[in-house]
């Protein structure tokens, strides 16, 4: 009889543990969900002292205090390697990819919060430039995450072997 019961008790508590991630779940896709952000509205800054975004940009914020990387490649070759390592990173999906932009979205393991990284490049000085943006949708701190990613995107595309041409 005793075991019948713990039995049931020990299911329902299963069913309910269940029950409240499946709903914490589809509750963060609700209150965060996707929004793209196109070419021309590549963010200019993070928000101010914010703890969940990185900027490397005109306005860095995080990230070393970068305000740019150079390449010396042209734009399809530099966003082809960017591509290439976001579609290694896990719980990774490109929502919009254009010549010179990738919006990306990053999602955390146990309760999917999304993040967005956006890599955005133009030419200057027939030099391939490249402004990183990376910011979690929801909260007031990233645990350090975006920077985190940021700095290890910004090692990879540092040491990609790119071939070198003139981007114009």
């Known amino acids: 009889m005793k075991i019948n019961l713990l039995k049931k008790r020990s299911i329902g508590i299963t069913i309910f543990i269940l ?3 499946i709903t914490a779940v589809i509750s963060i896709q609700i209150i965060g969900p996707d929004s793209l952000i196109i070419p021309n509205e590549f963010p200019e800054e993070c928000p ?8 490397i940009g005109p306005q860095p914020h995080r990230g070393e205090g970068k305000t740019e990387l150079r390449f010396n490649s042209n734009l399809s ?20 990819e254009w010549d010179n932009q990738i919006h990306a979205v990053f ?13 955005n490049l ?22 350090g995450v975006n920077n985190e990613r940021v700095s290890l995107f910004t090692k990879n ?7 070198s041409s003139i981007c114009f």
């Open 122 to 143: 133009h030419c200057e000085n027939g030099t391939s430039v490249m402004h990183i943006y990376s910011k979690s949708r929801m909260g007031i701190s990233d645990l």
């Open 77 to 96: 070759e530099v966003i082809l390697e960017a591509k290439n390592w976001i579609n290694d990173q896990p719980r990774t999906e490109i929502l919009g």
């Open 48 to 55: 101010k002292d914010s703890l969940n975004c990185t900027m």
């Open 157 to 163: 595309m540092e040491n990609a072997d790119l071939n």
């Open 19 to 21: 029950l409240t991630y």
């Open 107 to 119: 999602r955390t393991m146990i309760l999917r919060f999304p993040d967005d990284f956006v890599i």
